[in-house]
């Protein structure tokens, strides 16, 4: 059985990850490409119940690099009981955030420590990675305005202030300039459609690198 592929999808708020996500798994499920979508923090009972943690809007005041552990402890739950053996199956899993949220936003955006998260998250995965990871960029000032019409309730994130925002941004595209191999920025801000062709059109290429033989992990 072949291995599936990891894919992550990554972004501001706002950025159209979830959407993405459900179209491009429907868009390979359409090809014959068993998929499944997680989400983090989530994607297990016990990340989920980290996750009601981690976003409640009454929770401030952490200490960065305990907010860094309790993201990374919903992770280790999601890889090992969702994302490996959906992979080992051969199913392509598709991620809806992932450890790039955690250096864009606690450490670009919090301003815990880069070399702090790094470690803990070497420590924590201990080499996995995704195939492809997708950095939907879209200016916060836009992403916010579409969280914010889609429903009053904003949670801990997205109660932050612009800068906050614009550096979770810059930060996410600091992450694709350091890993160009891994990390595709696509432009966020098109319309549901035209950012879903963009997607598709990284993904395979992707696949296509596969194909040819070029693994790199
Ligand atoms: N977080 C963290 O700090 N550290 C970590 O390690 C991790 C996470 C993993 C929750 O994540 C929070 O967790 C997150 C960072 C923190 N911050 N917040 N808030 P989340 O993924 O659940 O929350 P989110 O990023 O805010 O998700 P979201 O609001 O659902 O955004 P999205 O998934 O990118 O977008 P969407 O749900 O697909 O679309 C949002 C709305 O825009 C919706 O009404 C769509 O119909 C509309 N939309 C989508 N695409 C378009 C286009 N192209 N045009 C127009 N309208 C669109």
Known sequence: MTRGRFITVEGGEGAGKSTQAARLAETLERRGIATLVTREPGGTRRAERLRELLL????????PETEVLLYFAGRVENVAKTIEPALAAGRTVICDRFADSTLAYQGYGSLASLETIRSIGEAALRGFR????????????????RTRSRSAFQDRYERELFDYHRRVRQGFLAIAEDDPDRCAVVDAAASVGAVAEAVLARVEARFEEFKAGKERR
């Open 130 to 145: 995704p195939d492809l990871t997708l950095i939907l960029d879209i200016d916060p000032k836009m992403g916010l305005a």
């Open 56 to 63: 409640d809007p009454e929770e401030t005041g952490w200490e």
